[in-house]
């Protein structure tokens, strides 16, 4: 019988999981089901429960529930416990065990773009979920300097203030998001200002080598401006992947290839 997984959020229909993982399955040899499963908005904690006691094997969490999955863990990664917010969850021996994947999603999207992370120094936009997730991985994989800018500037201390102690290896500091200024070697977009449209205004005063936009599926006002100055840019889709591979093989202990995957990436 076929291992069971699902991706459970609200709203679901969106969600690429299901196809990405039945293609990781179809290359690795492996029979599983993986569906999309709409949650409640008030009844997240009973749906995963019922899909668990069920045979259920793994579920991946989206919008808005990641911060709720984070809570009700029993066991948690280290990467997990520094986002406060959990993508991925799994029972064993009975407990219910969350990691998040995102961060480590972006860091093999980026490296498989070429994209060195060794000693870099980066800028990201936005101060929410996704920031969070973001850094600890960021620092792991090589970065020295990080810049966090937000429209609301107390959302970026705040984030670093909680993030200071367990990246003791990089310089995190805050920029606001309508004074950007220095040098760069990446520059992500974190906001979601691509997903309504709005428009980010990147000023001469900033400089950057390398332009990654977490959202995909369309060219953003972020990813144009970058595009304007000739640099090498990416939409977000590789990190989708990036971290349906790495639950991949926490679910299944088998790794799938990155760069085999992409050609399932939206057009614009
Ligand atoms: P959150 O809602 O947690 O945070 C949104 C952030 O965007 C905040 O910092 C907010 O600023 C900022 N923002 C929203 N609108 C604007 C605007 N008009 N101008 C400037 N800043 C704005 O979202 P997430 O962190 O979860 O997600 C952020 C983005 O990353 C989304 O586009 C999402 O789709 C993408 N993403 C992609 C993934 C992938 O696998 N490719 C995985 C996870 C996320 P403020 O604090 O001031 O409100």
């Known amino acids: 019988m076929s291992k069971s997984f699902a991706v459970v959020g609200h709203p679901i229909e969106h969600s690429r999981s299901p196809e990405l993982h039945h293609a990781f399955a179809q290359k690795t040899g492996l029979d599983i089901d993986y569906q999309k499963r709409l949650a409640p908005l008030d009844g997240f904690a009973s749906n995963i429960k019922s899909f ?13 529930f990641k911060e709720q999955a984070f809570e009700l863990c029993d066991v948690l990664t280290e990467r997990a416990k520094i986002a406060k917010a959990v993508n ?12 998040n994947t995102d961060g480590q999603g972006l860091v093999n999207a980026i490296q498989s773009l070429g994209w060195s992370l060794k000693n870099s120094k980066i800028l990201i936009l936005g101060a929410g979920g996704a920031t969070r997730g973001v850094i600890y991985p960021l620092v792991q994989a090589g970065a020295t300097h990080i810049s966090i800018a937000n429209r609301t500037i107390e959302r970026a201390q ?6 200071k102690a367990h990246v003791t290896q990089a310089e995190l500091s805050v920029l606001p998001l309508n004074d950007l200024n220095g040098d760069f070697n990446i520059i992500i977009n974190a906001t979601s200002a691509s997903l309504s449209g ?7 005063t900033v400089h950057f080598e390398y332009a990654y936009e977490m959202a995909y599926g369309k060219v953003s006002s972020f990813l144009q401006q970058a595009e304007q100055r000739q640099v090498p840019t990416s939409d977000g889709f590789g990190m989708l992947v990036g971290q349906a591979i790495e639950a991949f093989y926490i679910w299944n202990g088998v790794k799938p290839e990155l760069s085999d995957f992409l050609t399932l990436a939206p057009s614009h």
């Open 88 to 99: 991925t969850l799994w029972m064993e021996n009975g407990l219910l065990h969350g990691d």
């Open 198 to 204: 709005e428009a980010l205004c990147l000023p001469k």
């Open 158 to 163: 705040q984030l670093v203030n909680d993030l």
């Open 52 to 64: 668990f006691a069920s045979g259920g094997c793994g579920l991946n969490v989206t919008v808005p």
